[in-house]
């Protein structure tokens, strides 16, 4: 484990206007995080299968479509209107896009394609990005890896989700070790209604798999799922302030914890 200190020269151009790369913009994290950085005036180069109609009239965002299932042709993403990412640098890298792989499900059902194929976009593909833009001559000062539970609390029913996430905390884990002057967020974002989390919580097949139907009974609770729109709010709250919210290098963190420790360490009884 080792702190990241980050220069005045790095501090200047957080503060300053950002060039910010973000996977899976076309719907979920990926979108809101886009849309908030572009309406505080950054520069976003976003990237998606299916392309983002409400995001496409901001004049400061660049997309540029890609199948993540290809990793081994990355170099093509990183073509024409996205050369400048590697070119100029940017800022901040979040890797957020994923799949499921067709979870809820016993491991003997999947096949070893269907399991290589979500590795390719969870994990390999992220590997694959993250060599290209390490490699430029102005690196990120932040790379924010979309993490989960599923990576280290494992449930039946979850076996390519698990395995890839994971596998994308290692990454995260391995290369904040061998790259410390980059700060690498591994966030576990847990309780977000989107696409992917409700294909996992109701599902069919949902009601075979014990934790799976405690999961989905929690996520019709009120209040307990968030949109992304606030969990894009909480990331760049945690990621502008890590120090406070306890979040390390390379070391994953659930969201939810980190958001419920900085709140009772910040709320004025507990500095009374």
């Known amino acids: 484990m080792h702190t990241v200190t980050r220069n005045p020269t790095a501090e200047s151009r957080e503060k300053a ?3 910010v790369f973000i ?29 983002p109609y409400g995001l496409m009239d901001y004049p400061d965002f660049h997309f540029r479509s890609f199948d ?9 993403l ?19 896009a994923g799949v499921s792989g067709n979870v809820p499900g016993r491991g003997a ?3 070893l394609d269907e399991l290589q194929h979500v590795l390719n976009v969870n994990v390999l593909a992220n590997k694959a990005m993250l060599d290209l833009v390490l490699s430029s001559s102005r690196r990120p000062t ?14 039946a029913g979850t076996l390519p989700y698990s395995l890839s996430k994971a596998a994308l905390a ?3 884990g391995v290369y904040a070790e061998e790259n410390p002057q980059v700060f690498f967020a591994v966030l576990g974002l847990c309780n977000v209604d989107t696409g992917l989390s409700r294909q996992v919580s109701f599902s069919q097949r949902t009601a075979d798999f014990a934790d799976l139907k405690s999961l989905q009974q929690r996520a019709l609770a009120p209040g307990y799922m968030v949109s992304p729109a606030q969990r894009a709010k909480d990331m760049l709250a945690v990621i502008d302030a890590p120090d406070a919210y306890g979040i390390k290098s390379g070391i994953f963190v659930d969201m939810r914890t980190a958001l419920a ?12």
């Open 170 to 172: 290692a990454l995260g």
């Open 142 to 155: 932040t790379c924010v890896l979309s993490a989960s539970m599923a990576g280290v609390r494992f449930r």
């Open 17 to 19: 206007s950002q060039r």
């Open 109 to 111: 059902e999947f096949s």
């Open 261 to 272: 420790d900085h709140q009772k360490t910040h709320s004025p009884l507990s500095q009374a």
């Open 23 to 51: 996977t899976g913009v076309s719907s979920g994290i990926g979108e809101a995080l886009a849309l908030l950085h572009l309406q505080n005036g950054h520069t976003v180069f976003g990237t998606s299968r299916r392309q």
């Open 78 to 96: 990183f073509e024409d209107n996205f050369a400048s990412v590697l070119e100029q640098g940017v800022d901040r890298v979040f890797l957020n």
């Open 68 to 76: 993540l299932s290809r990793p081994s042709a990355m170099d093509e």
